[in-house]
C-alpha cells in the first residue's frame, strides 16, 4: 500500500519549470541539473504521477527533439528516481509506444532512434514488472540474484531469456545512434551529436550489468543442464559479446565520453561455459561515473535556452534591470589570479588521478596477462591429457580385441566359469529361502509368544493341582504308616498268627517304600517344573510392563499431537482471517484512491452483487472452530466478495454527476467496510456474530439503497438533449469564426479608408495575419465536423445518433466544452484586433488572443482524437489542419513583434538637442516607470496565476471531460 505526497503550488511550479526546461527543442544534451532536479521531485513526491502529468503535455508529437528528449528523462527518471516511479510509469507504456509508431515514419535520423528508444523503456518497464524485486539501476548482490532465482532452474532459464531480450534493445539503440553520426566521428563534439550520445551513458551502465548477470546465471545453468540444451543461449551470448564489445571500444574511442565515463574493456574472449572452473576467474566489469558537477551560471536572470515564454521573459528583465556598477580593477585581479591558482590546483588533482588509473589500468592488464597464461597452461594440460585418454582408448581396443581372441580358445573356462555361476546362483536361492523361513520362524515366534502367554496361565493351574495332589499322597502316606504301625502292634499280639503272612507283609511293605520314593520323585520333577514356569512367569511380567510403559508413552504422544494440532488448525484460522481483513481494510484504504475516480460501474451489475454478499454475511451465523473448513471458507467468501462490493460501489458513484453523492457513496461504504471487519473479527476470536451480522446486513442495505438514488441523468432529457446540444455548439462556432472573418475584412477596409502611413501599414499587417489565422481555424473546424460524423458513424453501429452521444456523454460533453472555447476565443481574438486597429487597444492583447484560439482549437483537435481511428484519414486532414492553426499562430506573434519595433522606431526618442538636466531628469523619469513596470509586471504574474487556479477549480468542478489548455505554459 502505497501513499502520495502532494506538492504545494511552488514546489508544482519549481518541479514542472525544471522538467520544461530538462525537455527543450534546441538540439543539445539534456542539462543534468534540471533533470536533477526532476528526480528530486520524484522523491518529494515519492512517485512520478506529476513528472507524466507536465511531461505529456509537452509537444513530444510535434517535435522530434523533444520527444528524443523525453526518452532520456524518462530512462533516467526510471534508473535513479523514487522506486515507485517504476510503478506509476506502467500505466503510460502506451503513449510510448504511440509515440514510437508516430515517429518511426522518419526512416532516418531522429525518427529511427525514437523509435527504438521507446521499445528500450517498455521491455524495461516489462523486465521490472515480471521482477519487481531488481531496481531501476538493475544493482543487486550475489546473495540477492540467487534468492531472486529461489534455486529454480526454470526461473533461470525464464530470466536469462529476458535480460538478453533487454541486451538486444540497448545495442539496437547503440547502433542506430552511432549509424546516425558520420563515419569521422567529429561532431562527437558538437551539440547535436552531443545530443544524440547522451543517452549512452545509461545504456552501458545497464549493459554492464546485464553482461554481468548473464554470465553468472549461464556458469549455474550449465552446471545443472546439459550443454546441448543450451546451446542456443551459447550462440546468443557470443553475438552479444562481440557486439557489446564493439559498442565499448566505439564508446571509449569517443572524446566526448572521456570525462563522463570509464569504460572497461572486455576480456578477450568470451567465457567458457563448459569450464566452471573459468567461474573462479571471472571477475565483474565495474562501470565507474564520476560524481555530477553543476553546471556554471552565464549571468543571465533567466535560462535562454528555454521555450519563447521563458525567452521574452528574460528579455523584458534585461531590458528593464539597470546596467551592473563595473567591479574595482584590483578585485578583478586577484579573482583572475583565485580562479588560475585554482584552476591550476585542479589540472595538477586531474593528473595525478589520470596517473593513478592508468597505474591500476596496467596492473589490471598484468594480472589478466598472468590469467591468461595460466588458462593456457591449463588448457594445454587439458589437451595433454584427452591425447592420453585417445591412447588409453586404443590400448583398451586392443586388449578387449585380444581377449575376444583369447576367449575363443577356452571355452572349457568359461564352462568352469558357468558352473561356479550356477553354484553361485543356487547359494543365492539357498539363502533366499533361509531369508523366507527366517521371516516365517518370526511369524511362528510370534504366534508361539502369544501361545505361551496362553500356556503359562494353564501351568500355575496345573501347579495348583499338582500341589493339592502331593497333599493328597502324603496324607494317604502317613495313614498307611500308622496302618502299619497298628499292623506291627498287632503282630506281636498276632505273631503267631501272622507268621503265615510274614512273606507277604514284608512284599507288601517293598511295594509300598517304592511306591512312596516314585510320589516324592514324582513331586521334586514338578517342584523343578513349578520354579521354571514361575522363571516364564517373571519375564513374562516384566515383559507386559514394558509393553504398558510404551503404550502409555505412545497414548500421552498421541494426547499431545492432538493437542499441537487443534492449535496449529486453531492458528492457521486466525492467519486466514487476518489476511482477509487486511484484504478488506485494503479496499476501504482504496476507496480514498483519487485514481479510482476514472472507474465506472453500471447500477445493475452492482444490483446482482448485493445478493451474493447477503447470502455470504447470513451463513456465518452459528459458525465457530469446531468445523474449522467452513469458518476458512466463509471468511474467504466474506473478504473477496465485499472487498469487491466496496471498490464497485465506490465506482457505481463516479456514474453520477453529483460530486456530493460520491463523497456519500464512500462514507457508506466504509461504514459498511468496518462492520464486516466487525464480523470477521467476531470468527476470528470464535465468538456469536448474530448482533454483528444483522449491523453488516443494515449498512449493506443501506448502500444498495444509496445506489437505487442514482441520478438519472444518463437516461433523462439532458442526454437526450445532447445531440441537439452538440450540433447547436458547432452552429454557433462556425457562426462565430464566419462573423470574425467578416468582421476582419471590414476592419481592413475602415483602415485602409482611415489611415495612411506607418499606422496603415501596421493595421494591414496585423489584419492580413489574422485573416490568416481565422482561414486556418475554419479549415480546422470544417475537418472537425467531417471527423466527428465519422466518429458518430463508426461509434453508434444500429443504434441512432442521439443514443451514440447519449451512450458516450462524457466525450459528448468535453466536445460541446471545445466547441463553446472556439467561439469564445474567436470573439476575445476578434474583439482584440479591432482594439489593436482603433488604437484602443494594445499588441500584447492580439498575442495573449491569438494563443488562446489556439489552444481552444487544440482542445477541440484532441476531442475529436480521443474517439477518432488513429489510422483514420479525416484524423490525419485535422492534425494537418492543426499544424496550420499552429503556423499562423506564430505568423501573428512575429507580425505583432514586427510592428512593435516598427513603432517604436517610429516613435525613437530624439535626444539631439536635451541639456544635461533635461537628460538626467528623462533618466530619472524613466527608472521610476521602469520600477512602476516591474512592480505592475509582478501584481499581473500573481493576478494570471490566481485566474489560472480558479479556472482549473471550475473545470475540476464542472461536469463532462474538458482538455487542458497548455499551450499558454
Known sequence: ?????????????????????????????????????????????????????????????????????????????????????????????????????????????????????????????????????????????????????????????????????????????????????????????????????????????????????????????????????????????????????????????????????????????????????????????????????????????IDTSDTSFDRVDSHSQRSMSPAPPPQPPQAHIDAIAERDNLIKHLQQELERLRIDNNRLLKDNVENTNKLHEQINALETSLATKDSELVQERQIKEDLFHQASVVAQSQDSEQKIKEEKFSKLVGVYKNLREEHIDLIRQKAEIEKKLKENSSKYEQSEQRAVELESKIKEMEYESVRKCEVLQQASASSHEELEALKRDKDLFNMETEILKKSLDDAVKERNHYNAELQQEKLQKQGLQSEIENLSQKLTAVQNQMQQLKVDNSNQINEIIIKFIQEGENTLKHSIHELDNPALSGVSCSPDYFRSLTQDCLEALNSTVGVNHDNPALVIILSSRISHRLSTYLLQGRATSNTSPDIMFGERMADACKQLGESVLIVLEALRINKTTDGCVNEATEKLKAVASLAETISGSLQGETADKLADMIDDELSAMDKAIEEAAKRIQEMLSTSRAAYSGIKLEVNEKILDSCTTLMQAIKLLVQKARLLQAEIVSQGKGTASAKEFYKRNHRWTDGFISAAKAVAVAAKFFLSAADKVVSGQGKLEQLVVASQEIAASTAQLVVASRVKADRHSNNLQQLTHASKGVTTATGGVVATVKDCSQLMDDAEELDTSNMTLHQAKRLEMDAQVRVLELEKELQQERLRLSALRRRHYQLAGEGEGWEVPKNSLH
Request: hydrophobic share 35%; proline share 5%.
Open 1 to 301: 500500500m502505497t501513499t502520495t505526497t502532494v506538492l504545494s503550488d511552488k514546489g508544482y511550479f519549481k518541479y514542472a519549470t525544471a522538467i520544461n526546461k530538462a525537455i527543450n527543442n534546441l538540439e543539445i544534451p539534456v542539462k543534468q541539473k534540471h533533470v536533477r532536479s526532476a528526480i528530486i521531485g520524484t522523491f518529494q513526491e515519492q512517485g512520478a504521477q506529476t513528472f507524466w502529468m507536465v511531461a505529456l503535455r509537452l509537444p513530444y508529437m510535434d517535435d522530434r527533439i523533444v520527444a528524443w528528449k523525453l526518452c532520456h528523462v524518462v530512462h533516467k527518471v526510471l534508473r535513479e528516481g523514487h522506486p515507485l516511479c517504476l510503478v506509476h510509469s506502467q500505466r503510460h507504456r502506451r503513449d510510448l509506444d504511440e509515440t514510437g509508431k508516430l515517429w518511426c515514419h522518419l526512416k532516418e535520423g531522429y525518427g529511427k532512434m525514437i523509435r527504438l528508444y521507446t521499445t528500450l523503456l517498455i521491455t524495461k518497464l516489462d523486465f521490472h514488472k515480471r521482477n519487481p524485486r531488481f531496481p531501476g539501476h538493475l544493482g543487486v548482490t550475489n546473495e540477492e540474484l540467487e534468492s531472486i532465482g529461489a534455486n529454480d532452474i526454470n526461473n533461470y532459464f525464464q530470466l536469462s531469456v529476458e535480460m538478453f531480450d533487454y541486451l538486444d534493445n540497448i545495442l539496437d539503440l547503440q547502433h542506430a545512434i552511432f549509424g546516425s553520426l558520420d563515419m569521422s566521428r567529429s561532431n562527437s563534439m558538437t551539440s547535436a551529436g552531443q545530443c544524440r550520445l547522451a543517452p549512452l551513458i545509461m545504456c552501458i551502465q545497464d549493459a554492464s550489468r546485464l553482461y554481468d548477470y548473464c554470465v553468472k546465471i549461464l556458469f549455474r545453468l550449465h552446471s545443472s543442464l546439459p550443454a546441448d540444451t543450451l546451446s542456443g543461449h551459447r550462440e546468443r551470448f557470443l553475438k552479444q559479446f562481440k557486439e557489446l564489445k564493439q559498442f565499448y571500444q566505439n564508446t571509449n574511442a569517443l572524446q566526448y565520453f572521456r570525462n563522463l565515463i570509464t569504460v572497461p574493456p572486455l576480456p578477450e574472449r568470451p567465457p567458457n561455459f563448459l569450464l566452471q572452473a573459468e567461474l573462479r576467474t571471472y571477475v565483474t566489469q565495474e562501470v565507474v561515473v564520476p560524481p555530477e558537477e553543476d553546471e556554471p551560471s552565464e549571468g543571465n536572470l
